[in-house]
Each structure stands twice: as C-alpha cells, then as structure tokens.
C-alpha cells in the first residue's frame, strides 16, 4: 500500500497525473470507498487494503471528460471492464494512467457476519482476519471472508496497464459455471421459484445497475424523462417485473463477471447467475468468448456466424 | 374466462415486412385457416425485435410470442435476421433459465411464398400455447401483484 500510495503522489506531484483515482479510508476499516484525489493533501486518505473491492474503471467515463491525466489503481478483474469500455469508445486510453494493483482476493463484511461474527468493532484485511467485537476478540479464515467472485477468479493478470504495484495471490477454489449448472439442472417449477424467491427481495434501488461498468449509457431505459427524482421509482409494472431479464440482457456479450453487481446488492440476490448464464450460453453455442479480453474482438452479439444454433435448440433439451 | 368455455390463448406474432408478413398475406390470399388468436405485428426486419418487445406482450398478456423472419441469408437487409437469432437463442435459454415454459416463445423462419408453411406454423404453435395454457409465470415474476 505504502509504495502504491508513494508512486501515486509522485506522479500527482511532478504533473503526469492530474488526479487520483483510488479508494479513501470509509467510516470503518471494512469499508474504504472510491474517491478522486487531486491534492497531495487529499491523498493523506488514500488506501488500499484487500476490503477495496470496488470496480473503479466506470468512473473513468467521466474523468476521461476531465482536463488531464487520471491515475486509476485497477486489480486484474477490473482491468477487464476497463478494456471492455475502451472497446466500446466509452474511455480515452490516452487519458489515464494506469497502476495495475495486486489483488489476493478481497473480503466483504457481510461474509464476516455471515460467518456468525457480530457486534464488529474493527478487523484487519491479514490472514486470518483478526476481528474485534463487543463480545470479545475473533478469528475468521480469510477463505471465509473472501466475496464468492473470487473463488472463481478470471486470474490475477492485468489485461491492460502502464505498471503494476504489488503482488497477486491466486484465489480459485471453485468451478465458476457450477452453481449456474445447478439451476439449469433443475426442473422448471423448481427454477421458476427459486428466482421467485430471489427476484422477489429486489427493492429497485438500482444498485446494480450503477455500479456495473458495462451498464453506461447516457440515458438508460430504467429512467424517468420526466422527473429526476423518480429514476430510482419504477415508473410502469413492466419495468418492476421484468427489470432483471431486461438488465442482464442489456450487458450479455459485454459483461465481463466482475461481480460488482452482486456485491453491491443490498438484498443479497445472486445477480452474477444471470450473467454468468449468458456467458456460460455463450460460450457453449458461439465459442470461447471473454469480453474485455481482447480490445479488438467483435462482441458475440454484435457478430454472428451462418451456421449458429437456431433457437430451438433451447426447447429442445435446453443449452448445457 | 368461464368454465365452460374453451381456452382461447392470446399469441403475439412479430412477422418481419419483407417475408413473413407477405407469407402470412399468401396464407390469407390462398384461403388457409389459422386461428384468429393469433395478432400479427409487423416489424421490418426480424431484428428489429428487440428483447423488451417480447417480454413487453407476455406483461401485456400474452401467452405465447413468436417471430417469424426471412430465412437465414434471405433476409432484405443481408444479415438482420443472424443477428436476431443470436438474440432470440439467448433470450429464449434465459427464459427457460427462469423456469418459464419454453414451448411459449419461438422463432420460424418463413418465406413470402410460404402461405402453407405460415398456416401450419401458427397452427401448431396455437396447439402448442392451448396445452401450456394461461402464461402465469412470465406476467408476474415477482409475484407482487
């Protein structure tokens, strides 16, 4: 953290760099926020532990409107959704700097607690987590508190960067598309309430959509042209029902499973299965596709081949 | 819908201007019977079907929505209808995904000559919709109403 934040107020001072993009110590030691920097006096808040599981690359589209350089801190996985926005013209390459960060998996609190941990006064991001609580002093593997994104990690290389800070740990300790298989395996009463179940806990708070690097569009088809204060309302049953199809579909072939979705959702439904679905369809029916991993590759729904799969095959026994 | 009656589904058809919809003008023109619960919608090209276009008549009501385009490399604007089914594949796989019955939705492809391929096909696919009966799933997947 140290060399990072040192390197970082290097390039601010001798005016690489106009800014920083990073993460600033939150309200508690569990939860460090994004934040821009643009003074050697604001950097005094800068962290980064392995509680900083933001995706900071989203932020990119309006600092790239900015005068001058940003230095963005991008883990191997965010390093993705960045290469997928420069694909899409979202974001000047020319206009950031970037410092590929280390990632050994990051943690969420919410393991923590769902670990059976309460009253958390203060945790430490070490193996294990050395955690204090009203009741006493804990321990919490690190496996444990990790978010279920980085068991099944994309890996620990940056797919684009200007230098790398840091060392990487590999995190993978499960098969990404199992729980995805473990649905389609069901039958379809069984899936048709298990999504019920999750959809139904959806509290339209838009979290999701905000925080997804390839959600971006200027004007999205969940917001309200006439009133900006309805945006977070839903503005007919229509978009209350179908939103989640209608999200998920809108980032098929572009998403590139960071994760954020899930991890931002308040209500805890499991948002990266929808995705996950697609890219695991994807790459049965189209072939091997990762997006973000190459700039230059054609997104799968923006191409097609003449002999693809007609969409029977999905009546017909189903896409496995 | 009372007891006694039959249940008679509502279809959606979104036929592309250049081949379906003239198939389906044939099928008219040439005295083939289709049953009446099938609305046909006329797009200019199958891939002008965007996703929401579907989920937005099952939410309307629908009980079953199919698309019928040119044949793959017969489409007017050389490539839309690859392009669609790219689209509609998924869609359908993430329906299915959902636990919605996957006989509702579906994609024909049928030429302006086919008068008697349109016929059958929305035939067969009204049988197929009047077996799954009322679409409940897809109306309403939060259940909140």
């Known amino acids: ?51 900083c599981a933001a995706n900071l690359s989203k932020y990119m589209i309006e600092a790239c409107k900015l005068e001058g350089k940003t230095l963005v801190c991008l883990k191997p996985c965010d390093s993705y959704s960045f290469n997928q926005l420069l694909s899409e013209h979202r974001i000047d390459r020319e206009k950031a700097y970037i410092i590929g ?4 998996g990051k943690l969420s609190i919410e393991k923590v607690s769902q670990a059976g941990v309460k009253g958390i006064l203060s945790v430490t991001d070490t193996d294990p987590l050395q955690v204090t609580t009203l009741y006493g002093d804990t321990t919490v593997a690190y496996k444990d508190a990790m978010l279920s994104r980085c068991h099944v990690c994309k890996g ?70 006439k009133f900006d204060s309805t945006q977070k309302a839903n503005v007919d049953s229509f978009e209350e029902k179908m939103f989640h199809i209608i999200r998920a579909f809108h980032v098929a072939g572009r998403c590139t499973d960071c994760g954020e979705c ?48 007609e969409p029977s095959v999905v009546s017909q026994g189903g896409i496995r | 819908m009372s007891v006694n009656e039959e249940f008679r589904p509502k279809i959606v058809a979104f036929c592309c201007n250049w081949c379906s919809y ?28 965007n996703p929401m276009f579907i989920l937005r008549a099952f939410e309307k009501g629908a009980d079953g929505v199919i698309l019928c385009g040119c044949h793959p490399g017969d489409c007017h604007y050389s490539t839309g209808n690859y392009y669609a089914r790219r689209r509609m594949t998924l869609l359908f796989s ?24 349109f016929s059958t096909v929305m035939n067969d696919f009204v049988e197929k919709i009047r077996s799954l009966g009322e679409n409940v799933r897809l109306g309403d997947l939060r259940c909140k109403n």
């Open chain 1, 1 to 51: 953290m140290q060399e990072l934040k040192a390197r970082a107020l290097e390039l601010l001072k001798n005016g690489t760099v106009q800014r920083v993009l990073g993460w600033r110590i939150g309200e508690n030691t569990y939860d460090p926020e994004p934040a821009f920097f643009d003074s050697e006096e604001a950097m005094k808040d800068f962290v980064y532990n392995n509680f």
């Open chain 1, 101 to 104: 960060v280390g990632c050994k």
């Open chain 1, 156 to 225: 620990k290389d940056h797919v684009v960067y200007d230098e790398l800070i840091g060392e990487s740990e590999d995190t993978v300790d499960a098969d990404r598309f199992a729980e995805v298989a473990a649905i389609e395996a069901m039958s379809p009463e069984e899936k048709f309430a298990f999504f019920q179940a999750e959809l139904s806990k959806c509290i339209r708070c838009n979290a999701c959509r905000n925080v997804c690097p390839a959600c971006s569009c200027r004007k999205c088809v969940f917001d309200s042209n």
């Open chain 1, 262 to 309: 899930s991890r931002v959702c308040p209500q805890g439904i499991p948002l990266h299965l929808f995705n996950r679905k697609f890219i695991k369809d994807i790459n049965n029916l189209y072939g091997e596709y990762q997006a973000g991993a190459d700039v230059e590759a054609k997104g799968p729904l923006t191409s097609f081949t003449t002999e693809d799969a």
């Open chain 2, 22 to 49: 003239a198939g389906a003008d044939l099928a008219g023109s040439s005295r083939l019977a289709y049953p009446a619960d099938v609305k046909i919608i006329r797009v200019p090209c199958s891939c002008r079907v």
């Open chain 2, 94 to 117: 993430m329906l299915d995904f959902m636990g919605v019955e996957n006989g509702r939705t579906r994609v024909e492809w049928v030429s302006a000559a086919e008068g008697v391929k």
